[in-house]
Structure formats: structure tokens, C-alpha cells
């Protein structure tokens, strides 16, 4: 009789060992691509079918740049070398661009970045030679030939897509860079609307804005204006020329500018003033010993109203405090201070208008009809051309409240926050 496990099987059948649940993956080797593009690919396509980690990834991709990294030059970067020609690499770029597949988001797009990215590295002579034609005819009678090249090769630097610098080149040869109208016009506006709601525009702009700084005693943004815009210029009156109207442009990274002004009066200064009142002597001396060292335009108010003198008298101190800052500018400041329990808040409106007349009105200001203040990180400006725009709603602005004992002097003059 046979035993039981055998009739489990028939005659001859092999019995077999388990089979492994995965085959085992050999990690590739850098060394082995022909070329950086090679490479790429492949670790992607491995990550995407789940042969490597993305911590492996992450260091085969970094072992990878290391292994194509040579010393480089313009003109010859070190993937280029890779090809016979340019037009080959051109052409095997475009292959794998039209090959990616789109519906994989994470594999697709971060394949599209890099492709573009080199390609327009690959392009970057073409680039530069279509932008400093466009440059050239724009730009010829307001820069000379060694700065067009520079301006060329800035633009072709901007941090946007090889497509993208087509479309701005266009944009630019059109003169559909700058809506120049815009920063003569009083109001609130903001950038985008400036650069025509193009996003490209805006990504240049962005990039321009510290080009020539310091250059002829400019600031950030009027040569990118000047560049971008055939109706500005930085030449003539202002710091900058918009289609025949001068302008002060001032321009801050984050929420704030400028001031309305360059220098105002030191802190002992003004303390040596005040205290010099005999009515204020005692109240001004407690205060910037005892409570703060400054003294903003609203406390101000706020102290000489408790004194409880009579508008005759306050004047005489407005017009000591307040022309000593602004000279013959300060009358409206100095008339809304005189009023019984004067109100801190319209003494504070009619200080930043007398302000912007005064600084508008003298040397300080130099010759300009117009000032814009930009805010870019909020992508936002505002334009002004009478101190009376600056407190009658033409212009919507933050708070801001300058210091009539100032800690710095410039703390004593206003800074145009676009709301």
C-alpha cells in the first residue's frame, strides 16, 4: 500500500521550492550612462516603477551631476560636450520633450523643468542675439553698445522658460512692456496692470530692478523701466522721464519705500527746540527721559493739548516745531495743531501733506512733478502728484506716523505704503 503522500502526486512530478516575491534590483551605476540626459532618464523611470527610493534617487541623481561636472565656460557648458553638434542636441532634447509622458504629473513635470532648463541654456546665444536686436533698436539713442550687450544677456538670465523669453522679446519689440501711462496717472495701482497683466513682463521686471543700480546715481527699478519702455528714460530731470513728465520713483522689496524726503533733524535737535519753549520745557524733558526717546507727531498733539493753552500760543510753537521741519510748507500742519484739543489724527493727516509738498517744493526733491512709490513684494504702487492726493482718499495708504523727536532723522518723514 502506497503511503498517503504519495498519492497526493503523480509519477515523476518534481516537487518545487518557493519562488522569490521580487526579483533582486541591481542599483545602476553613473558611470555607465553615455550622457547626462541618459541618466536622468533612467533614474526617473526607475524611481517611477519603484526600483529605487527617492532617497536613492536623490543620491544617484547628485552622484550623476557629479560624475558630468567639469570646469565650465559659456561657451561650451559641460553637457554640450556630449554632442556632436548643437543642432543634435537641440533636436534629441525636443524628441524627449515630445516623448514625456503627461499624464505621470511628478515624472513629467520635473522632466519638462530640466529639459527646458537646459534648453534654454542650449539657446541662450540664440536668445541674447534676438534680444539684442530687439535691444539695440529700442534702447540705442539711451544706452551705450557695451551696455546693451550687458542688458541683453541680463534679459536672457531671467528665471522663466525658453518659451517665455520669446514671448517677452515680442513683447518688447512691440513696446507692450511698461504701461507708462500708469505711473504718471495719481491712484492706487498695481503691477501686474503695469507690466499689461504679463506674467513674463513681470518676471523681467522683477529681474531688472537691481540692474544698474548705483550707476549715474540710480535706483532700483529706473533702469528697468528705462529698458522696458520706450516712453521712459533716465536721462533728463527726475529719476526718471515718463513720456516728458518727471518722476521720483521710490521702490521697496517688502511693504514699504522710500520717504517723502532725504534727511530730516536730528533728535537732539528737535529736543533742543522744544525744550527751548518754555511752556513745553518741563513736559517734553519728562518725556524722553522718563518714557520714550521719540516722540511721534500724534503724541506730540496729544501733550501740548493737556497744557491747555490757547491757539495763539499754539501756533507760535506749530509754527516753531513744524517750520523748522518744513519751512514755508508747514501751514496747513501748523494751522489743524492751533485748534483747541487739536485732533492727533488731522494734525497727523496735514503733517504727511505738508510733507510731500515740502519735499516735492525744494532742493531735497530735486525737479519732479510726480512721485510713485512701489511696494513689489505686494506687487503694488501708488502715484502722487499734490500732498492734498495724499490724505483725500485719490490715494489709499497705510498708517504710517512720523516722529516729531525722531531716533533717526529720517523717522520724521513719511513712508508711502501702498494699502
Not at 158 to 174: G, M, V
Not at 187 to 194: E, K, P, Q, R, V
Not at 201 to 219: I, M, W
Amino acid at each position: 500500500m502506497e503511503p498517503w503522500f504519495e498519492k497526493e502526486k503523480t509519477e515523476g512530478e518534481v516537487i518545487k521550492f518557493p519562488s522569490p516575491k521580487a526579483k533582486v534590483i541591481q542599483m545602476p551605476n553613473v558611470q555607465s550612462y553615455p550622457t547626462f540626459l541618459d541618466g536622468v532618464k533612467d533614474l526617473q523611470n526607475r524611481k517611477t516603477q519603484g526600483e529605487i527610493s527617492q532617497a536613492a534617487y536623490d543620491k544617484l541623481y547628485a552622484d550623476l551631476i557629479h560624475r558630468f561636472m567639469q570646469k565650465e565656460s559659456f561657451e561650451t557648458p559641460w553637457f554640450l560636450r556630449e554632442y556632436q553638434s548643437l543642432d543634435q542636441a537641440k533636436q534629441e532634447i525636443i524628441q524627449k520633450v515630445q516623448q514625456l509622458d503627461i499624464t505621470d504629473q511628478e515624472t513629467g513635470e520635473e522632466s519638462a523643468k530640466l529639459l527646458d532648463k537646459i534648453y534654454s541654456i542650449l539657446n541662450k546665444s540664440n536668445t541674447v542675439n534676438r534680444l539684442q536686436a530687439v535691444v539695440d533698436q529700442a534702447l540705442a539713442d539711451e544706452y551705450k553698445e557695451a551696455d546693451l550687450v550687458e542688458i541683453s544677456k541680463t534679459i536672457a538670465g531671467a528665471p522663466i522658460s525658453y518659451q517665455d523669453k520669446l514671448t517677452f522679446i515680442e513683447n518688447l519689440q512691440n513696446d507692450k512692456c511698461i504701461n507708462h501711462k500708469m505711473l504718471i496717472t495719481p491712484g492706487n495701482h498695481s503691477l501686474d496692470d503695469l507690466c499689461f497683466g504679463s506674467s513674463q513682463n513681470f518676471a523681467v521686471f522683477s529681474h531688472l530692478l537691481e540692474y544698474g543700480r548705483g550707476k549715474q546715481r540710480k535706483g532700483p527699478g529706473e533702469h528697468a523701466l528705462a529698458i522696458m519702455s520706450k516712453s521712459i528714460s533716465v536721462a533728463g530731470m527726475g529719476d526718471i522721464n515718463v513720456a516728458g513728465t518727471p518722476v521720483e520713483l521710490k521702490v521697496g522689496m517688502s511693504k514699504g519705500s522710500g520717504r517723502f524726503g532725504e534727511e530730516g533733524r536730528t533728535r537732539q535737535e528737535m529736543i533742543s527746540i522744544l525744550t527751548g519753549i518754555p511752556e513745553l520745557a518741563n513736559t517734553i524733558e519728562n518725556y524722553v527721559t522718563t518714557v520714550r526717546k521719540s516722540i511721534n507727531v500724534e503724541t506730540f498733539t496729544t501733550l501740548v493739548n493737556s497744557l491747555n493753552l490757547d491757539p495763539k500760543k499754539k501756533k507760535e510753537i506749530g509754527q516753531k516745531v513744524f517750520g523748522t521741519i518744513f519751512g514755508n510748507f508747514a501751514n496747513d500742519v501748523v494751522n489743524a495743531f492751533a485748534q483747541p484739543n487739536a485732533d492727533p489724527g488731522e494734525v497727523l493727516r496735514q503733517y504727511v501733506k505738508s510733507n510731500f509738498n515740502w519735499y516735492k517744493g525744494t532742493d531735497q526733491g530735486g525737479k519732479w512733478e510726480v512721485l510713485c512709490s512701489m511696494a513689489i513684494a505686494k506687487r503694488k504702487f501708488v502715484v502722487i502728484s499734490d500732498g492734498e492726493q495724499a490724505i483725500n482718499g485719490t490715494v489709499s495708504l497705510l498708517k504710517n506716523t512720523p516722529y516729531v523727536v525722531p531716533v533717526q532723522p529720517t523717522d520724521m518723514l513719511f513712508q508711502p505704503n501702498p494699502r
